[in-house]
């Protein structure tokens, strides 16, 4: 029997290589997608055949709707050449950009920014994707723990995220019939590179966070891409339309 092959955005760094490796490690072959550090994607790719599985890395940007159909041929023949399979079984939806911005100093570009990349481009490239998403795959959208709590600064971020949290639940309604589940797996503040590194890198806002969750730390990516390898296993199959927040306990 063929490995079980995912589909995972932003694959090249942070949540998204984590996710790669999780599940790379459960046999699971990958297509990911960077947006333009090719080198990077590549070493990543290196260390998912190192642990067994196979991997190919596709170039995307999904703030560009309109590339999404050649990015969907390209999918098909990878599937075809490099998996010998038609269909794939996982979508993560992972691959963001970080803002951080009071609701009065939001500019119409940053909002726009943030409403193509993590709103409508997930939304229009998951609708794209459909056709090549086997009967009884999975979605994952990726949100925010910023949904449930409301520091100041992610009003713009947060209401794209709360919109994809909203939209998961449909999806899940429609495609419940072909035996897929969708799920919102919503992540705490997190020690990477995201939004200039400041959890990770500052460790004043690393002691905050950690001060403000029931765990007593700081997220680290294994604990993502961990939680999104528990929703794509055996353990998963019965979850649908829900929101996962894997948070430690932040502000609980």
Do not use: C
Request: proline share 2%; aromatic share 8%; net charge negative.
């Amino acid at each position: 029997m063929s490995n079980r092959i995912a589909i995972i955005t932003g694959a090249s760094r942070g949540l998204g290589k984590s996710a790669a490796l999780h599940l790379a490690a459960q046999g699971v072959d990958i297509i990911g997608t960077y947006h333009s550090n090719a080198q990077e994607a590549q070493n990543v790719r290196g260390q998912i055949e190192a642990l067994g599985a196979r991997a190919t890395m596709l170039q995307l940007d999904v703030g560009i709707s309109s590339s999404f159909d050649g990015f969907a041929e390209q999918v098909a023949a990878s599937l075809n050449a490099d998996f010998g399979a038609q269909r794939f079984d996982f979508l993560v939806n992972n691959a963001g950009v970080g803002a951080h911005a009071s609701f009065a100093d939001t500019s119409e570009a940053l909002f726009d920014q943030l409403l193509n990349v993590h709103f409508k481009g997930t939304f229009f490239l998951t609708q794209t994707l459909l056709p090549l998403i086997g009967d009884g795959g999975r979605i994952i959208n990726i949100s925010s723990g910023l949904t449930r709590f409301s520091p100041v600064g992610y009003a713009a971020y947060a209401s794209m995220k709360g919109a994809v949290e909203v939209w998961t639940r449909y999806l899940a309604q429609e495609l419940g019939p072909r035996g897929i589940n969708v799920n919102t797996l919503a992540p705490g503040a997190i020690a990477t590179d995201f939004g200039g590194g400041a959890v990770r890198d500052n460790q004043a806002v690393n002691d905050w966070v950690a001060s403000n969750t029931a765990m007593g730390r700081a997220g680290q990516p294994d604990d993502i891409g961990a939680a999104v390898a528990m929703l794509l296993g055996e353990g998963g199959r019965w979850i649908t339309g829900q929101r996962i927040e894997a948070s430690g306990g932040m502000f609980v």
